[in-house]
């Protein structure tokens, strides 16, 4: 759980986990969501992902931006096919001053012109996935 954002090379993690896994073996990958709305927000404001920065870099390691799409691609890529995938989790929020209630105020007011296939995409803050070897 929440590796695969560290690696330099998520597809040899990837392949190399399908190699290990026995007839009927599942694998769960998750990693941050790069697309929810904190995310494209904090981009819009200052030019950065909002788990992917200099800062973020040396706070946790993330070095492999993985939106939904690429890691999908991946995924097929490897030959694992997703049994199950689900976004979870919200970002924390700060104190409730007034420019706190002013950001979320607008980040509401964007969301209604955010573009996705999921809503869920832009609430969430991680995406897991339930993987098998494809047949």
């Given at each position: 759980?929440?590796?695969?954002?560290?690696?330099?090379?998520?597809?040899?993690?990837?392949?190399?986990?399908?190699?290990?896994?026995?007839?009927?073996?599942?694998?769960?990958?998750?990693?941050?969501?790069?697309?929810?709305?904190?995310?494209?927000?904090?981009?819009?404001?200052?030019?950065?992902?909002?788990?992917?920065?200099?800062?973020?870099?040396?706070?946790?390691?993330?070095?492999?931006?993985?939106?939904?799409w690429l890691l999908e691609l991946l995924f097929d890529k490897a030959e694992l096919k997703i049994i199950s995938s689900r976004?979870?989790?919200?970002?924390?929020?700060?104190?409730?001053?007034?420019?706190?209630?002013?950001?979320?105020?607008?980040?509401?007011?964007?969301?209604?012109?955010?573009?996705?296939?999921?809503?869920?995409?832009?609430?969430?803050?991680?995406?897991?996935?339930?993987?098998?070897?494809?047949?």
């Amino acid at each position: 759980m929440e590796v695969i954002e560290h690696l330099e090379n998520p597809s040899k993690l990837l392949r190399d986990c399908r190699k290990l896994l026995k007839p009927g073996g599942k694998i769960l990958v998750s990693t941050p969501n790069v697309l929810d709305s904190d995310s494209r927000f904090n981009y819009l404001r200052k030019g950065k992902l909002y788990h992917f920065s200099e800062e973020s870099y040396f706070a946790t390691g993330h070095m492999t931006i993985l939106p939904k799409w690429l890691l999908e691609l991946l995924f097929d890529k490897a030959e694992l096919k997703i049994i199950s995938s689900r976004f979870g989790g919200i970002h924390p929020r700060g104190k409730w001053g007034f420019r706190n209630i002013s950001i979320e105020l607008l980040k509401m007011a964007l969301n209604l012109f955010m573009k996705s296939t999921d809503k869920d995409e832009l609430l969430s803050n991680y995406m897991v996935y339930l993987l098998e070897v494809k047949d």
